[in-house]
């Protein structure tokens, strides 16, 4: 059973920068797709950037393309988000997600394995 758990979150400025991590453990397969989604008050939640681990292919939603870095460390089993020029629109609760597979995809539903989700404020 894949687990993940993110940390990272906290207050920023806007046009600060913070670096979310999710780590894991108990991958049963080569080929996972590793995501962030965001969720804000009263919103649903949407996918932010995927990354493909068996070919390290990245995608970005547009609201955070330029902005936004998705990366992972494999001897530390870790996925990072590194977020800069961050707006108060950025504010929500992070979650890492991961479905076993190749194919990058943004809809929740096909994700299985979920974080407990870390905050993230952005606000003067």
């Known amino acids: 059973q894949l687990q993940l758990v993110e940390s990272g979150g906290g207050l920023v400025q806007p046009g600060g920068s913070l670096k979310l991590s999710c780590t894991a453990s108990?991958?049963?397969?080569?080929?996972?797709?590793m995501a962030w989604f965001r969720q804000a008050p009263g919103k649903e939640r949407e996918g932010v950037s995927y990354?493909?681990?068996?070919?390290?292919?990245?995608h970005y939603e547009d609201s955070v393309k330029g902005r936004f870095t998705i990366s992972r460390d494999n001897a530390k089993n870790t996925v990072y988000l590194q977020m800069n020029s961050l707006t108060p629109e950025d504010t929500a609760v992070y979650y890492c997600?991961?479905?076993?597979?190749?194919?990058?995809?943004?809809?929740?539903?096909?994700?299985?394995?979920w974080g407990q989700g870390t905050q993230v404020t952005v606000s003067s």
């Open positions: 108990g991958f049963t397969s080569e080929y996972y797709v």
């Open positions: 990354l493909s681990i068996s070919d390290g292919k990245t």
């Open positions: 997600a991961a479905r076993i597979g190749r194919t990058i995809v943004s809809t929740t539903s096909f994700y299985n394995y």
